[in-house]
């Protein structure tokens, strides 16, 4: 059964694109340009979340759903991945409890690379 990522981005491109190279990876994908995804986790059982840290006309940021998402699955052990070009990222990753980072822009084989080391 193919490892599903949940990418929560609100740039309708960065999601086109990221479902592209997931499902050519052969990756379940699930992608969602607002923070409602983060309430539905428990039924999309993700293997792994992307998460934008600004999600434009959300009420919460990405670090918000972060660490919301990290108190709620902490038995699930789900990875979280912040997906952002802010300047802090490492910063805004280690204060939410993500458990990494990648920052845009972003080349697609250290996106992978990264991608793989929390998905087994």
Not at 14 to 22: G, Q
Not at 31 to 56: E, G, T, Y
Request: hydrophobic content about 45%; charged content about 20%.
């Amino acid at each position: 059964m193919p490892k599903r990522i949940l990418v929560i981005d609100d740039d309708e491109d960065i999601l086109e694109i990221l479902n592209i190279i997931f499902q050519e990876e052969g990756y379940n994908v699930v992608l969602s340009n607002n923070a409602v995804a983060a309430d539905q986790v428990q039924v999309i059982h993700p293997d792994l979340i992307l998460l934008d840290v600004r999600l434009a006309g959300s009420a919460k940021s990405g670090t918000q759903l972060c660490t919301e998402i990290k108190q709620k699955y902490n038995d699930q052990n789900i990875p979280v991945l912040l997906l952002s070009a802010e300047s802090n990222l490492s910063f805004l990753a280690k204060e939410c409890g993500a458990d990494g980072f990648i920052a845009k822009p972003f080349d697609i084989n250290s996106l992978l690379l990264h991608v793989k080391e929390y998905i087994y």
